[in-house]
């Protein structure tokens, strides 16, 4: 008997020592075929350059092919719903965006996913910031007079964003409520309809992802009046932020990062960690991110989660308050 419970023993413990060992092997081996790279937006777009962008680095580094998969619909929900049925195994992950992650639950009501449950959060790698533009025509000279106009006329003067929920939507919400002010939201399909719109006049303010205005703005074609990040935008650093223009810590962001579904091995979250670490301190990368108006920000697992956590919370406030739902 004393030998058969040895004997028991030693399996069992063999046992234990093997299943604790594969992540750690797996993570060795890893990669050894493509990666899928979710993408819940179409090409073209802030969400598609930052994807491809790091998509080609990563495949450098790791020998395999990171192959972008754009999957539009429902505002990135798509995407964020394939990922969490995929395979754990680390070759599906997502460009997580705070509109499937920290909006959606509160504009969507009940999801296919937990935002926090289902993920496993593996870096975040920019903040999209939104741009606040005025058609050139406009009597919104600055900041401060777009405020002034709207407390004295509430509920007239009209902002144009990219569509209902989206960040250029929301973020106008929150400073709106921040201001103290109520204006019109006209939302369109898509931040290229929006940016034609208050161009033409047919609206006369804009909220959209800066990258989508700096152009117009760089051509006379729109008026800045500021910007939603914490410090200027290289890209435009004659406009100021709006938080200093007298709304100290106002800040919001389309931010975009890298997730795996859950129950991902830890070895492998920590290798790709590591390799988008690598291509974020590269320069050319950092180059190519501020031209486009996005702004490097890199956050570790830890980081990002406890960011998307802090986010879920803001938004969800913001949505439900104002009594948002998406269409």
């Known amino acids: 008997m004393k030998c058969l419970t040895t004997i028991g023993s030693r399996a069992l413990l063999a046992v234990t020592l093997a299943a604790m060992a594969s992540p750690v092997l797996a993570a060795e081996s890893y990669p050894a075929r493509p990666i899928r790279f979710l993408v819940g937006f179409s090409a073209g777009g802030a969400n598609d350059l930052v994807a491809r962008l790091v998509a080609t680095k990563l495949g450098s580094r790791l020998g395999q092919q990171v192959i972008v998969d754009n999957r539009a619909g429902g505002g990135g ?6 990922l969490v049925n995929a ?15 920290a909006m959606a639950p509160a504009l969507r009501g009940k999801l296919p996913y937990d935002p926090i449950r289902d993920f496993v959060p593996v870096a975040q790698v920019v903040d999209a910031v939104t741009l606040f533009t005025a058609n050139p025509s406009s009597a919104s000279k600055t900041l401060k007079d777009f405020v002034a106009r709207a407390k004295k006329e509430p509920g007239v003067l009209t902002v144009g964003n990219p569509g209902i929920g989206s960040i ?6 929150l400073f709106g409520n921040t201001a103290g002010i109520k204006a019109i939201a006209v939302p369109y399909k898509s931040g290229g309809l929006a940016a034609t719109a208050a161009m033409s006049g047919e609206v006369e303010h804009l909220f959209g992802i800066i990258s989508s205005g700096a152009p117009h703005v760089r051509a006379g ?14 890209i435009l650093s004659d406009v ?19 997730a795996f579904p859950a ?28 031209k486009s108006g996005l702004n490097p920000a890199l956050k570790n697992s830890e980081e990002f989660s406890a960011y998307i956590k802090t986010e879920l919370v803001r938004w969800t406030k913001l949505i439900k308050e104002a009594g948002i739902k998406a269409e």
């Open 77 to 82: 929900l798509l995407a964020h719903e394939l």
């Open 168 to 173: 250029g939507h929301l973020a106008y919400e």
């Open 221 to 234: 074609k729109l008026r800045g009046l500021g910007v939603t990040s914490k410090k200027r935008a290289p």
């Open 87 to 101: 395979a754990p195994d680390g070759y599906t992950m997502i460009l997580a965006s705070v509109t499937g992650l």
């Open 240 to 258: 100021p932020t709006i938080a200093e223009q007298g709304y100290p810590g106002f800040e919001a962001s389309g931010w975009l990062g890298i």
């Open 263 to 290: 129950k991902t091995p830890a070895p492998i979250v920590q290798r790709m960690y590591r390799e988008v670490q690598a291509v974020m301190a590269q320069q050319d990368t950092l180059s190519s991110l501020e």
